[in-house]
């Protein structure tokens, strides 16, 4: 949940981000890095982590979802991601994520996890692009991404700082392909 407004309307039609649907029954998308974890622990103080993280096994649906989203870091999402290893992700309570409440999100937004504070957005080639989504108010109601960011109070500096630390707390750094190695040397 990024914007009060629209993903209160979003939320008050049953349609928010922050519940399961069934065309999303591997789970809410995102796996969760322990530097986020460790974010979420020192907000809620005196909780284990068992008690709001799934351990969840890294299927072949799972592991080729991470590949699509790091296209430029196949080798590393492999190692950090393996099959027969598991990740963490959010827990639910029903069909909704374990920290959604009536108000919304009980998590600060520097708290939350990154791909709750990027969603509906990601980056393509250095440019903010969005994921289809159905029941995105957001979505539906744009007809252009800046239109999107610009009803999701949000714009593509603070997005691609999320982005970069994503990377950065799933290890994933970017190293320099090695054509671009050689043309430096
Ligand atoms: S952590 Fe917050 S923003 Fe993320 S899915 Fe759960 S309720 Fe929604």
């Known amino acids: 949940m990024t914007n009060p407004n629209i993903c209160g309307q979003c939320d ?3 349609r ?3 519940t399961l649907r069934a065309e999303n029954n591997e789970g809410l998308p995102a796996p969760v890095s322990e530097p986020e974890i460790e974010r979420i ?4 103080k005196h909780k284990r982590k068992e008690s709001f993280l ?3 096994s890294n299927s072949p ?3 080729s979802q991470m590949a699509i989203l790091f296209p430029d870091m196949a080798d590393s999402v492999h190692k950090i991601f393996p099959l027969n290893g598991t990740h963490f ?3 639910t309570q029903g069909d909704d994520c374990i920290f959604k409440a009536i108000n919304g999100c009980i998590l600060s937004d520097e708290t939350r996890p990154h791909f709750c504070r990027i969603y509906p957005f990601w ?3 250095n440019e903010p692009q969005v994921f289809e989504d159905s029941n995105c108010l957001a979505l539906e109601n744009c007809q252009t991404i800046p239109e999107v960011l610009l009803s ?4 593509p500096e603070k997005l691609k700082q999320i982005h970069a630390r994503i990377y950065e707390d799933w290890g994933l750094s970017r190293s320099m392909p090695e054509e671009k190695k050689k043309k430096h040397m």
């Open 54 to 56: 799934d351990n969840r």
């Open 61 to 63: 649906q799972f592991i």
């Open 41 to 44: 622990l020192s907000f809620l």
């Open 12 to 14: 008050s039609m049953g």
């Open 16 to 18: 928010s981000c922050c």
């Open 152 to 155: 999701l109070g949000t714009n």
């Open 89 to 91: 992700d959010l827990k």
């Open 123 to 125: 980056f393509f080639d």
